[in-house]
């Protein structure tokens, strides 16, 4: 049986990317290299308010004080900041009426990565801000969302239309002080999303955006504001898939997530950038800053996260839970394979009294790939009664991987209640044995397995991405190249 | 407190060498080198990021580089208050080795117990084979340094298939009038299929401020069984910063358990090395912290090799203002397959001021294992409370019931039927306040200074 293993292992190891296509659009980029120069570039090109130039060049300043961060538990040759370029957009920015007059080539892209732009508006009930490279390209059902007063738009559009709602929640969860790559992400941004959800309203639809890097030597800067204001609530989704390219491609995006009091917010997210070849050379470096306040009572918000991409995987999706009763959650399923590195967990900070947060974390890591979960958990002295419950299994499919954890518990009252549990281990024999003899094929028991493994985290998406992350996990895992 | 140390090394090289053979010299070198470059870890570093030693160096240290003790009653200076404790007592007294008889005894089944320094002089080749292998002054700062400036400690070495009929009990006790520095070093050897218990009791005499920096290396080899237990009962204004090193060969079983009752500062790091299969690894440990006292517990553990078993409990209760941090790593390395390591940290405080940090790591790069770990931070069960409170117990015996009882799970691990007693009866005392009270008391019936009693009524 252990050469089945192996033979099924190696399988695994060679499913192809599924993704790996690049789209010939003409681009407009800014000059290789990083300057005040190319920030005030960027600023210029994108019409930006004073204040945001500002804000970029304060972060770009503070950015040259810092040292990248070398405690993760990754290795990749340094990146020369100096060689990128951190502006690229589609050269005609396109304002179109009807998906009919949109580039077919582009949509010919969509098609590949299955995003039903068309058949979305009447079938799946999702609006689609998908940013190619930067720049939002199309949009849907605005109009919906337009008349509950629910603003689902560029971040670029917002920056035009709603100064003062930018002004007043950019920077607030993560001021550009927070670490190396949140002050380049700060200084460099091109585009992203920006959601307001008003007072009281209920967010008609799932709100989706899907991310792509495109052009080659591009580093992708998004940046995600999402405020929900008092009662409201609204499930945001965001999926990545990213082109075959030779050298590594950055990516340092910045989530911010705002819940007043009793709004809820439900940020999913399917992450699967191009995770390099297999001497792992390539693929793309994902360096990521995402975090949440619970900032207002009762309020709510929840990460859920399939990781199956990128070479390197550097993230941390974290919650501050300020406001009293505030709950927080994290599920997250992180799959690594070949040489693909994932550091990658959750912070939550409890603030405020009574407030409560759920982590759980599948790892599973093939190939010679490294897995790692680092999460804190923190409750300060006046969140009196807060409740944390962690769990973080890994899997390990082969003896070349390694898979890792490193919870931090800090604990500073005394009525709190912190708990922490993982395993590790492989597959196990008896419920391998238990199938095979029920005449499912060792392939077929492994993915059955596997997926049952991860269950616990993939019932929280919603269904639309439920059905893509199974897909994605099937790919990474059962070597059925799709 | 760095350039004072550095210079004085210069200064002092032959006195600190003494009659140590040239390789202990070049080891002392290497680490002077790398202390003389690093220094004193900061918070900077992730295993002190929640241990500050800055306002404790900013003491005015002695630090002695010659023996002044010698020969004395040491029945006279320090009684074990466990009574029917029967072991080989061994005393350390500010870091150097003190005897009634002689600083070096030979028994007849081969057993060599005494002093370190004394044993640098007659057995230099037994202790070339032993000494630096296990530490790792690289990875450890103040394993650095200990081992620049080591002198005395304690030394035992059991010969092949010797099985130590009584354990050997070491006491240190640290009594000076002015703030001291002491760096002991002990080494253990347990030959193949040997076996010995070791009863280790950190006392103070005095409350005075005392800075202790030891390092200990174990060798548990073929089918050796090693135990040693930590007692650690100190003063309020004293530092201790235990560096252990213990080092596994095939099917050898090394179980440690410290228990911490009372002490300042106390810093307590294990790295067990498992280098062949077979071998079991247990390290149980209890803190039980209350006023200012700050108690850190740091485990590595090692599998280098393939089909070894590895287990660490650790229980805390912090009271008033005290900080508890646990970190406990295993490391199973690529190929060491059929290990299991489990790892279990479970803390219960008392009060909104006292602080817990647990960060139970797992570093696995083989696929047939079975490792877990787990750690909580809570209180007591409310619902258990409500049980034995509608049994008829008021509220306070029904805590201290669920205290001790949560206690025990450790408590029960020593093998030592006396000692287990008397822990139990420790704790129980500590739980209820008394220990403080008692302790005062202990501590101060050879001290000439006046005793003054600080006592919280409130918990009586």
Redesign the interface.
């Known amino acids: 049986m252990a050469d089945k293993n192996d033979k099924l292992l190696k399988e695994v190891g060679s499913s192809d990317y599924k993704y790996g296509f690049y789209t010939d659009i003409e681009m407009d980029q800014a000059p290789r290299g990083l300057t005040e120069d190319t920030i005030r570039f960027i600023s210029a090109k994108k019409n930006e308010p004073e204040f945001m130039l500002e804000f970029r060049l304060r972060a770009f300043r503070h950015w040259k004080t810092l040292k990248e961060p070398e405690?993760a538990?990754v290795e990749y040759p340094p990146i020369d900041y100096q060689d990128l370029i951190y502006y690229s957009a589609p050269r005609k920015k396109p304002k179109y009426e009807s998906l009919d007059e949109v580039d077919p080539e582009l949509l010919e892209t969509f098609e590949k990565l299955g995003i039903p732009l068309e058949e979305q508006k009447m079938l799946a009930g999702v609006a689609v801000d998908a940013v190619m490279d930067s720049v939002s390209v199309g949009s849907t059902f605005k109009e919906t969302l337009a008349e509950h007063g629910i603003i689902f738009c560029s971040f670029s559009e917002a920056l035009q239309k709603h100064p003062d709602l930018i002004k007043k929640y950019m920077g607030t969860v993560i001021p550009y002080t927070d670490n190396f790559f949140s002050a380049l992400n700060s200084a460099v941004f091109s585009d992203g999303s920006f959601v307001y959800i008003p007072r009281g309203v209920r967010c008609p639809l799932e709100l989706s955006t899907y991310f792509r890097i495109n052009a080659a030597n591009t580093g992708q800067f998004e940046r995600t504001l999402i405020v929900a204001e008092e009662g409201s609530y609204v499930s945001y989704m965001e999926g990545c898939t990213a082109p075959i390219r030779d050298e590594n491609q950055l990516h340092a995006a910045i989530v911010e997530i705002i819940a007043h009091k009793d709004a809820e917010v439900k940020y999913s997210t399917v992450q699967n950038w191009w995770p390099g070849d297999k001497q792992g050379k390539g693929g793309v470096y994902n360096f990521v800053s995402k975090r949440g306040i619970c900032e207002g009572e009762n309020s709510r918000i929840s990460w859920t996260q399939v990781e199956t991409g990128s070479a390197i995987t550097w993230k941390y999706p974290s919650l501050i839970l300020k406001g009293d009763n505030s709950s927080g959650e994290f599920y997250s399923v992180a799959v690594t394979n070949n040489r693909q590195q994932a550091d990658t967990g959750t912070k939550m900070i409890h603030l405020g009294k009574n407030t409560r947060s759920t982590i759980i974390s599948k790892g599973i890591s093939g190939g010679e790939s490294n897995n790692s979960y680092r999460g804190l958990v923190k409750t300060s002295?006046n969140a009196?009664n807060s409740r944390n419950f962690s769990q973080c299994d890994?899997l390990?499919?082969?003896?070349?991987?390694?898979?890792?954890?490193?919870?931090?518990?800090?604990?500073?009252?005394?009525?709190?209640?912190?708990?922490?549990?993982?395993?590790?281990?492989?597959i196990s024999e008896d419920q391998l044995f238990y199938c095979l003899q029920r005449g499912i094929d060792m392939e077929g028991a492994i993915g059955l397995i596997v997926n049952g493994y991860a269950k616990e985290v993939l019932s929280k998406l919603p269904m639309e991405f439920a059905v893509e992350a199974q897909k994605l996990l099937s790919i990474s895992l059962e070597g059925s190249v799709g | 407190m760095k350039e004072r140390l550095i210079e004085l090394y210069n200064r002092e090289k032959d006195v600190i060498r003494g009659s140590s053979s040239p390789l202990v010299n070049r080891l002392r070198q290497h680490a002077f080198t790398r202390f003389r470059d690093k220094g004193f870890p900061g918070t900077n570093l992730?295993s002190w990021r929640f241990t500050d030693l800055t306002p404790l160096l900013n003491t005015e240290f002695e630090i002695n580089l010659a023996n002044r003790f010698g020969n004395i009653d040491t029945e006279k200076l320090f009684t074990c208050d466990v009574y029917d404790l029967d072991t080989f007592s061994i005393t350390i007294l500010n870091g150097w080795f003190v005897h009634k008889y002689a600083p070096l005894s030979k028994l007849s089944d081969g057993t060599i117990i005494g002093s370190l320094a004394k044993a640098m002089e007659v057995y230099p080749e037994l202790l070339d084979q032993y000494i630096g292998r296990a530490a790792k002054p690289d990875n450890y700062e103040m394993a650095a340094l200990n081992t620049a400036f080591f002198q005395d400690g304690l030394f035992i070495y059991v010969p092949e298939g010797v099985k130590v009929n009584k354990p050997i009990q070491l006491i240190n006790i640290v009594d000076s009038p002015n703030p001291v520095f002491l760096q002991p070093r002990h080494i253990l050897i347990a030959g193949k299929g040997s076996e010995i218990t070791l009863v280790h009791c950190d006392h103070s005499l005095t409350h005075n401020v005392s800075f202790t920096n030891t390092v200990m290396e174990v060798f548990a080899e073929e089918d050796a069984r090693v135990d040693h237990y930590k007692i650690q009962n100190k003063g309020r204004n004293s530092a201790l910063v235990t560096t252990t090193f213990i080092r596994q060969e095939k099917n050898s079983k090394v179980t440690t358990n410290i228990v911490t009752l009372n002490g300042g500062f106390t810093r307590n790091t294990i790295d067990n090395e498992i280098s062949d299969k077979g071998c079991v690894s247990d390290h149980y440990g209890l803190y039980l912290v209350d006023s200012n006292q700050h108690v850190d517990n740091q485990i590595n553990i090692d599998h280098a090799s393939p089909g070894s078993l590895s287990n660490q409990l650790y229980k805390g209760i912090l009271d008033d203002k005290a900080k508890a941090v646990f970190s406990g790593k295993v490391l199973v390395r690529?190929?060491s397959?059929q290990t299991e390591a489990h790892q279990n940290n479970n803390?219960i405080?008392?009060?909104?001021?006292?602080?817990?940090?647990?960060?139970?790591?797992?570093?696995?790069?083989?696929?047939?294992?079975?490792?877990?770990?787990?750690?909580?931070?809570?209180?007591l069960d409310p619902e258990a409370m409500f049980y034995i409170r509608s049994r008829g117990l008021c509220e306070r015996s029904a805590r201290q019931l669920m205290m001790i009882a949560f206690a025990s799970e450790v408590v029960d691990k020593i093998e030592i039927e006396a000692l287990r007693k008397r822990i139990h009866s420790m704790v129980e005392k500590r739980l209820k306040g008394e220990l403080s009270i008692c302790d005062q008391c202990v501590l101060h019936c050879n001290s000439k200074e006046p005793t003054t009693f600080n006592i919280d009524l409130s918990k009586l």
């Open positions: 405690w538990h002295k009196v890994s390990l499919l082969g003896d070349m991987c390694g898979a890792h954890t490193f919870p931090y518990l800090d604990v500073g009252n005394k009525s709190s209640i912190v708990e922490h549990e993982a395993t590790t281990s492989k | 992730e690529r190929h397959q803390n405080l008392l009060t909104d001021d006292a602080k817990v940090n647990t960060q139970p790591h797992l570093e696995i790069y083989a696929d047939d294992v079975k490792c877990s770990h787990g750690a909580t931070v809570g209180q």
